[in-house]
C-alpha cells in the first residue's frame, strides 16, 4: 500500500506542476501579447514621430523664408518711411503745407487729416515703434558734382584737419593707388571714393568709444568665468600690444553674461607684458609657439585646443559692446544653415566700418557701409554676405575642423578669412552679418596702416594671389 500511496502523492504534484505551466503558459502568451500591442503602438508613435519632425522642418524651412521676406520688406518700408519724412522737411513740403491750410480754410475743414497726414504719423510712429533715428537733414536735390580740383581740395582739407592720422596713415602703394584712381575715375566716381576715406561728416550722436588704453592696464586684474563645457571658444590673437589686449578682455568680461565660453589667447610670441599676462588674468588659456608664426598659423595653434561648440575669432585691437555674444549664439542656434556669423564694426567715432564685407569679381574686397551712419535701415537686418572680416568671426568648431581651419596658403595673414567663407558655402552653408553684434575695431592696430612694409603688405600682395575658384565665385 504504501507504493501506491507514494505514486498517487507523485500524481497529484505532476498535476499540481502541470496546472502551474498551463497558469504560466497563459500568462506569458498574454505578456507576449501586451509586448506585441505596445510594440504596435510603439511603432505608430515613432511614425507619428517622424512625420512632425519632417513637418517641424518644412515649417522651419517656412518660417526662414518667411523671416527673410519680412527682413527685406522691413527694411523696404524703412526707407520708404524716410524718404516720406526727408521731404516733409523739404522746402517743396512747406509749400505743400501752405497750400493744403489755404485749402482746408476755404472749403472749412480745419482740423480733419488728409492721407497724407496719416502717412507721415505712421512714419513716425514706425521709427519710434523700432527705435530708429528719425532722419535729420533733409537731401539736397541733384547738384552738377563737383570737378576733379574742388575734389582734390577737400582731400586736402582733410589732410590738414587731421594731420595725425593723415601722416600715419600714408605709404606710397596708398599713393600710387589714389593717383591712378584720380586720373583714371570720372568725377563722380572719385567722389564717392574720396568721400568714403576722407568723411567731413563727423559723429552725429552715434555709439562711440574713445577710452585709450593707459598705464593702468598694466595692473589691471581680470578673473573670467570657468566653463567645464563652454558652449563658445573666444580665440584672441596677439602680439605685444598688451594695454590693448587688456582693454579687450576687460570689455569681455563685463559685456558676455549669460554665455558660456571659454578664453584662448593665441600669443605669438610677444615680448612685452603678454608674457605674464597668467599672473594678472585668471581662468584663461594661453596657447604659445616657441617662434613668431604669423596670425594664420597662430590662430590655427590656438583653435586646435578649443572645447567649444563654437569658435569666434576676435581680433586684440578691438571692444566688445554690451550684448555682443548672444546674438551671434542665437543666430547659430536658430538657423542650422547658417556655418559663418559676423558682429557689425564701428570705428571708434561711431561711424560704420563693416557690416560685412563684399568680393568683387576680380578679387579684391570692401567693406560694406564703410564710414556710412551705422543706424540706416540697410546695415541694421540679419542678411548673407560674401564673407565676414576676421575681426570678428564665429564659425561653427564641426565646420571649422571640417575644411581644416585657415588655409595655409594665405600664410602669414590676409584674405583667410574670406577663403573660409567661401569654402563654408561650398560646403552648404550660409556666412551671415547680425547688426545687433556691434564691436568697435581699431583698425591697423594689430598690424599697423602702412601697406608697403611690415605684414600689412601681405594685403596689398595677396590680393593678386587670390585662387581662381574664390574670384569665380563673386557676384
Same mark, same amino acid.
Given at each position: 500500500?504504501?507504493?501506491?500511496?507514494?505514486?498517487?502523492?507523485?500524481?497529484?504534484?505532476?498535476?499540481?506542476?502541470?496546472?502551474?505551466?498551463?497558469?504560466?503558459?497563459?500568462?506569458?502568451?498574454?505578456?507576449?501579447?501586451?509586448?506585441?500591442?505596445?510594440?504596435?503602438?510603439?511603432?505608430?508613435?515613432?511614425?507619428?514621430?517622424?512625420?512632425?519632425?519632417?513637418?517641424?522642418?518644412?515649417?522651419?524651412?517656412?518660417?526662414?523664408?518667411?523671416?527673410?521676406?519680412?527682413?527685406?520688406?522691413?527694411?523696404?518700408?524703412?526707407?520708404?518711411?524716410?524718404?516720406?519724412?526727408?521731404?516733409?522737411? !523739404?522746402?517743396?513740403?512747406?509749400?505743400?503745407?501752405?497750400?493744403?491750410?489755404?485749402?482746408?480754410?476755404?472749403?472749412?475743414?480745419?482740423?480733419?487729416?488728409?492721407?497724407?497726414?496719416?502717412?507721415?504719423?505712421?512714419?513716425?510712429?514706425?521709427?519710434?515703434?523700432?527705435?530708429?533715428?528719425?532722419?535729420?537733414?533733409?537731401?539736397?536735390?541733384?547738384?552738377?558734382?563737383?570737378?576733379?580740383?574742388?575734389?582734390?581740395?577737400?582731400?586736402?582739407?582733410?589732410? &590738414?584737419?587731421?594731420?595725425?592720422?593723415?601722416?600715419?596713415?600714408?605709404?606710397?602703394?596708398?599713393?600710387?593707388?589714389? &593717383?591712378?584712381?584720380?586720373?583714371?575715375?570720372?568725377?563722380?566716381?572719385?567722389?564717392?571714393?574720396?568721400?568714403?576715406?576722407?568723411?567731413?561728416?563727423?559723429?552725429?550722436?552715434?555709439? !562711440?568709444?574713445?577710452?585709450?588704453?593707459?598705464?593702468?592696464?598694466?595692473?589691471?586684474?581680470?578673473?573670467?568665468?570657468?566653463?567645464?563645457?563652454?558652449?563658445?571658444?573666444?580665440?584672441?590673437?596677439?602680439?605685444?600690444?598688451?594695454?590693448?589686449?587688456?582693454?579687450?578682455?576687460?570689455?569681455?568680461?563685463?559685456?558676455?553674461?549669460?554665455?558660456?565660453?571659454?578664453?584662448?589667447?593665441?600669443?605669438?610670441? !610677444?615680448?612685452?607684458?603678454?608674457?605674464?599676462?597668467?599672473?594678472?588674468?585668471?581662468?584663461?588659456?594661453?596657447?604659445?609657439?616657441?617662434?613668431?608664426?604669423?596670425?594664420?598659423?597662430?590662430?590655427?595653434?590656438?583653435?586646435?585646443?578649443?572645447?567649444?561648440?563654437?569658435?569666434?575669432?576676435?581680433?586684440?585691437?578691438?571692444?566688445?559692446?554690451?550684448?555682443?555674444?548672444?546674438?551671434?549664439?542665437?543666430?547659430?542656434?536658430?538657423?542650422?544653415?547658417?556655418?559663418?556669423?559676423?558682429?557689425?564694426?564701428?570705428?571708434?567715432?561711431?561711424?560704420?566700418?563693416?557690416?560685412?564685407?563684399?568680393?568683387?569679381?576680380?578679387?579684391?574686397?570692401?567693406?560694406?557701409?564703410?564710414?556710412?551712419?551705422?543706424?540706416?535701415?540697410?546695415?541694421?537686418?540679419?542678411?548673407?554676405?560674401?564673407?565676414?572680416?576676421?575681426?570678428?568671426?564665429?564659425?561653427?568648431?564641426?565646420?571649422?575642423?571640417?575644411?581644416?581651419?585657415?588655409?595655409?596658403?594665405?600664410?602669414?595673414?590676409?584674405?583667410?578669412?574670406?577663403?573660409?567663407?567661401?569654402?563654408?558655402?561650398?560646403?552648404?552653408?550660409?556666412?551671415?552679418?547680425?547688426?545687433?553684434?556691434?564691436?568697435?575695431?581699431?583698425?591697423?592696430?594689430?598690424?599697423?596702416?602702412?601697406?608697403?612694409?611690415?605684414?600689412?603688405?601681405?594685403?596689398?600682395?595677396?590680393?593678386?594671389?587670390?585662387?581662381?575658384?574664390?574670384?569665380?565665385?563673386?557676384?
Amino acid at each position: 500500500m504504501a507504493p501506491l500511496a507514494a505514486a498517487r502523492e507523485t500524481q497529484n504534484e505532476l498535476g499540481e506542476v502541470a496546472r502551474l505551466c498551463d497558469e504560466r503558459t497563459a500568462e506569458r502568451d498574454e505578456s507576449l501579447g501586451r509586448l506585441r500591442q505596445l510594440e504596435s503602438e510603439h511603432n505608430a508613435l515613432a511614425e507619428a514621430h517622424h512625420s512632425e519632425v519632417a513637418a517641424h522642418e518644412q515649417l522651419q524651412k517656412q518660417h526662414n523664408v518667411v523671416a527673410q521676406k519680412a527682413e527685406a520688406l522691413f527694411v523696404e518700408l524703412s526707407q520708404a518711411y524716410a524718404n516720406l519724412l526727408n521731404f516733409e522737411l !523739404s522746402f517743396l513740403a512747406g509749400i505743400w503745407r501752405f497750400t493744403g491750410r489755404c485749402y482746408k480754410l476755404v472749403t472749412r475743414r480745419r482740423g480733419t487729416n488728409t492721407s497724407y497726414d496719416d502717412a507721415l504719423a505712421d512714419a513716425r510712429a514706425h521709427f519710434e515703434r523700432h527705435g530708429l533715428p528719425l532722419p535729420r537733414k533733409v537731401k539736397k536735390p541733384a547738384e552738377k558734382p563737383p570737378g576733379k580740383a574742388a575734389l582734390l581740395g577737400n582731400v586736402l582739407s582733410y589732410m &590738414a584737419r587731421n594731420p595725425a592720422g593723415s601722416v600715419r596713415s600714408f605709404s606710397l602703394p596708398r599713393l600710387k593707388r589714389a &593717383a591712378a584712381v584720380f586720373i583714371q575715375s570720372s568725377p563722380e566716381n572719385l567722389g564717392v571714393w574720396i568721400d568714403s576715406r576722407f568723411p567731413d561728416a563727423q559723429n552725429d550722436g552715434c555709439l !562711440s568709444y574713445d577710452d585709450n588704453p593707459d598705464e593702468s592696464l598694466d595692473e589691471l586684474q581680470l578673473v573670467f568665468p570657468i566653463a567645464e563645457s563652454p558652449r563658445v571658444s573666444i580665440v584672441v590673437p596677439v602680439y605685444n600690444e598688451y594695454r590693448v589686449t587688456m582693454r579687450c578682455l576687460k570689455s569681455i568680461l563685463e559685456n558676455s553674461e549669460g554665455c558660456s565660453y571659454e578664453l584662448i589667447i593665441a600669443d605669438d610670441c !610677444s615680448s612685452d607684458l603678454t608674457a605674464s599676462m597668467a599672473d594678472r588674468v585668471a581662468n584663461l588659456s594661453i596657447v604659445c609657439g616657441e617662434t613668431n608664426r604669423g596670425f594664420l598659423a597662430n590662430c590655427n595653434a590656438a583653435a586646435a585646443t578649443a572645447r567649444g561648440d563654437y569658435i569666434l575669432f576676435l581680433n586684440n585691437d578691438t571692444v566688445v559692446c554690451p550684448n555682443w555674444l548672444e546674438p551671434l549664439l542665437d543666430t547659430m542656434l536658430l538657423d542650422d544653415t547658417v556655418g559663418i556669423v559676423g558682429s557689425k564694426l564701428l570705428f571708434p567715432d561711431g561711424r560704420l566700418q563693416e557690416a560685412g564685407a563684399i568680393m568683387w569679381c576680380d578679387a579684391s574686397a570692401w567693406n560694406f557701409g564703410r564710414m556710412d551712419d551705422p543706424e540706416k535701415p540697410e546695415y541694421n537686418y540679419r542678411k548673407e554676405v560674401d564673407y565676414i572680416s576676421g575681426a570678428a568671426l564665429m564659425i561653427r568648431a564641426g565646420l571649422w575642423r571640417q575644411l581644416g581651419g585657415f588655409d595655409q596658403r594665405y600664410l602669414p595673414a590676409y584674405y583667410e578669412d574670406a577663403d573660409i567663407a567661401f569654402e563654408a558655402r561650398k560646403a552648404g552653408y550660409k556666412v551671415v552679418y547680425q547688426p545687433l553684434s556691434r564691436v568697435f575695431h581699431f583698425e591697423g592696430v594689430s598690424n599697423g596702416t602702412d601697406l608697403g612694409s611690415g605684414i600689412k603688405k601681405y594685403q596689398v600682395t595677396k590680393s593678386g594671389e587670390v585662387p581662381g575658384q574664390m574670384a569665380a565665385g563673386t557676384g
